[in-house]
Structure formats: structure tokens, C-alpha cells
């Protein structure tokens, strides 16, 4: 199942970046002839006691929404002044996530009953890897997933909503293991006087201050990532 996962999520993935794409595409070549995956007709709206919890705003902003962006993401230390999103430190940007991978994220973990234990909680904490954040027109609804705590959590308006993922473990491992490898520096699209959720640095100006601006989060990553996660707060792993 890992491999199959793996395989879709190879040739549905999309990276607005000319290397990345280039990358993506070696691997949808090595990978095509496994990507089987379709989704099940079963699994088309959002389960309930999600759509219930998180609200009809931010559900209309998943369902319908015009684009998707993925961040990777990390606990941010108390030290920490470099770019954040919903206060989490962003490490990277991991890609514009097409319409077949969102069918795939959608169906399994956010349709399918059998991928998300409700009643069930586990004795772990959750540790940030990937943010999707979904637009629709001037508004996001930011959906975080979490290994190897496997967790399903909602962002929207302030208020959090964190689901237990463990049965799609290997599915949610399938989608962050490679985006997190062709992940690149966040670039602030302010600072190019972009309007799209990303910066693509042009110039070797605009490098060097991308360089810069990065600085503060090369300087606590690894520290960081040999620190345990935060064991209070949101990222208890409740039932909802």
C-alpha cells in the first residue's frame, strides 16, 4: 500500500519551480506503470463529524478549493523570528499540490471512515511536517499532517481541531516523505511584490536577501529537531 501511495502521489504532484519539476517528472517516469490508485466513488463528501467540527467556512474553502500550497513546517522555538504560519515556523515550500493529489488527500483522509479513529485517542504528540493550505479566492483553510504521531489537524479563524490519523498512517507518510525532499527556501512574496502564497527569487539580489532572511531558521533547525516536540497544548493528540 506504502508503494502505491508513494507511486500516485509521484505522478500527481506538481512544483511550481522549473528544477523541481524537472525532478517530479524523472520520478513519475520511474514510477507510472505503479500509480493505481483511483479514488473510491464510496468517499466523496467530507465526513461529517469533520465537516461538523471545523466549520462551513473552512469546509467551503477544501471543497472548492483554486489552489492548494504545502509548507513544511517545524514547532517554533520561543527564539524564533523567521516565517511562520498559524505560529509554527516555516522551513520550506514543498510545491502547488494539483487536483488528482487533492482528489487522493481528500478522499482517504478526510472521506474515508475507516482512516480516522474519532473515539480513539493516542498516547503521542503530535510533531508538525506538512502544511496544505487550502484558498479559496482571499481566504485559506490551513490542514496540517503529522508523523510519526499521525494526526489530521484543521486551522481556520483561529480555532484548531486535531483528528487521530493513525489508520492512514502509511498513506499520510506516502504524501510527506517527498514533498519534504523536494521542498525549497520559502521566498516572501511581499518582499518580490508578488500577490501569489509564494516568492520565487529572480535575481541574485533577491537571492541574497532570501539568504538572509532564512538565517534565523538554519540557526535553530537542527538544534530544533533534536529537541523533543512541545508536550502541551494543541498538539495533545485528542479524539474530536
Partial sequence: MLLRFTAVLFSCFTIILPVLAQDAASQVEATAEEATWKPDPKYNTVLERISTAIGPSALNNIVNSEQVFCYQIANRPENYTG?????????????????????????????????????????????????????????????????????????????????????????????????????????????????????????????????????????????QEATKARKAGWNKLKAN
Wanted: net charge negative; charged share 20%; proline share 6%.
Fill in 83 to 223: 516565517y511562520t504560519i498559524d505560529g509554527m515556523a516555516i522551513v520550506g515550500f514543498c510545491g502547488v499540490i494539483n487536483q488528482e493529489l487533492q482528489t487522493l488527500i481528500k478522499s482517504e483522509l478526510m472521506m474515508n471512515p475507516n482512516n480516522i479513529e474519532f473515539d480513539q485517542t493516542e498516547n503521542c504528540v503530535i510533531r508538525p511536517q506538512i502544511m496544505l493550505r487550502f484558498v479559496r479566492g482571499i481566504d485559506s483553510t490551513d490542514v496540517l499532517l503529522s508523523s510519526p504521531c499521525h494526526a489530521l489537524a484543521f486551522f481556520y479563524a483561529g480555532n484548531i481541531t486535531a483528528f487521530n490519523a493513525k489508520p492512514a498512517a502509511q498513506i499520510i507518510d506516502a504524501v510527506i516523505d517527498p514533498l519534504i525532499k523536494n521542498k525549497v527556501d520559502f521566498a516572501s512574496p511581499a518582499l518580490f511584490n508578488q500577490l501569489m502564497p509564494i516568492g520565487v527569487a529572480q535575481t541574485d539580489e533577491q537571492k541574497a536577501l532570501i539568504q538572509k532572511k532564512n538565517e534565523p531558521i538554519r540557526s535553530w533547525q537542527q538544534e
